[in-house]
C-alpha cells in the first residue's frame, strides 16, 4: 500500500520568496507521484506529475518538483511566489490502476504574504 | 478533449432529504471515476470509487451510496442527509493505467440545514 506524507500543513511566504511545499512517499513499488493546487471552492488542479524519465518536473504556473527516490520525496517548488499562488496544495502517489492505490497527502495551505 | 461536468455547484437541503449529485465524462470510455467529500478545513476523503459499469467499491461506512448506470455517468445518492453529510463533494475521472493522473470536477458544496 501506498502512503503521503506532507510536513507543514499551512506554510506562509512573502510575495517573491521561494515556495517549499514537502512531500514524502512510501510505496512497495516504483511510484508514480502528483502534485495538484486546489483554490477556494474549486476542484483540483494537476500542477505536475513524475512518471519514469527525467527527475525534475516543470509543471504549470512556474512549479516544479523533483523525484529523489533516495529520501523518497517529491518536493515541490517555485523561486518566486505570486499572491495568485495562495491555494491548498496535495501530493498523491500512485502505484497501480485501482482507486484505493491513488492516495493523497492530507495538503498543505500556502499562503503569501504581501 | 475531456471534460467532466458535476453538479449542481451549489444545495441546500433539509436534514432528512433525499440526495442526487450527478456527474459525467465526456471524450474518455471506460474510465475510473470517484466521489470524494471535502469537511471545511480538511483534506480529501475518498467515498466511492468504480473501475467499471455497475462495479462501486465503499470505503467509507455511511448513509450515503453510488450508483454508474453507464459508463461515463457515476451518481451519489443518499435516502435521509444527515447534518454530517455537509461539506464539499468533488468527482472524478482517471485513465486506465497507473501513471494517469486524476481530473477533478468543479465540485458541489453541499449544506445541510
Known amino acids: 500500500a501506498q502512503s503521503v506524507t506532507q510536513l507543514g500543513s499551512h506554510v506562509s511566504v512573502s510575495e517573491g520568496a521561494l515556495v517549499l511545499l514537502r512531500c514524502n512517499y512510501s510505496?512497495?513499488?516504483?511510484?508514480?507521484l502528483f502534485w495538484y493546487v486546489q483554490y477556494p471552492n474549486q476542484g483540483l488542479q494537476l500542477l505536475l506529475k513524475?512518471?519514469?524519465?527525467?527527475?525534475l518536473v516543470k509543471g504549470i504556473n512556474g512549479f516544479e518538483a523533483e523525484f529523489k527516490k533516495s529520501e523518497t520525496s517529491f518536493h515541490l517548488t517555485k523561486p518566486s511566489a505570486h499572491m495568485s499562488d495562495a491555494a491548498e496544495y496535495f501530493c498523491?502517489?500512485?502505484?497501480?490502476?485501482?482507486?484505493?492505490?491513488?492516495?493523497f497527502g492530507p495538503g498543505t495551505r500556502l499562503s503569501v504574504l504581501p | 478533449s475531456q471534460t467532466i461536468h458535476q453538479w449542481p455547484a451549489t444545495l441546500v437541503q433539509p436534514v432528512g432529504s433525499p440526495l442526487s449529485l450527478e456527474c459525467t465524462v465526456e471524450?474518455?470510455?471506460?474510465?475510473?471515476l470517484y466521489w470524494y467529500r471535502q469537511a471545511a478545513g480538511r483534506g480529501l476523503q475518498l467515498l466511492f470509487y468504480?473501475?467499471?459499469?455497475?462495479?462501486i467499491s465503499s470505503e467509507v461506512p455511511q448513509n450515503l451510496s453510488a450508483s454508474r448506470p453507464q459508463d461515463r455517468q457515476f451518481i451519489l445518492s443518499s435516502k435521509k442527509l444527515l447534518l454530517s453529510d455537509s461539506g464539499f463533494y468533488l468527482c472524478?475521472?482517471?485513465?486506465?493505467?497507473?501513471?494517469?493522473?486524476?481530473?477533478f470536477g468543479d465540485g458541489t458544496r453541499l449544506s445541510i440545514l
Open positions: 498523491a502517489v500512485s502505484a497501480d490502476n485501482y482507486g484505493q492505490n491513488f492516495v
Open positions: 468504480s473501475v467499471g459499469i455497475g462495479q
Open positions: 510505496s512497495s513499488v516504483p511510484p508514480y
Open positions: 471524450g474518455t470510455s471506460n474510465p475510473n
Open positions: 513524475y512518471t519514469t524519465g527525467a527527475t
Open positions: 472524478a475521472w482517471r485513465g486506465q493505467g497507473a501513471r494517469q493522473p486524476q481530473h
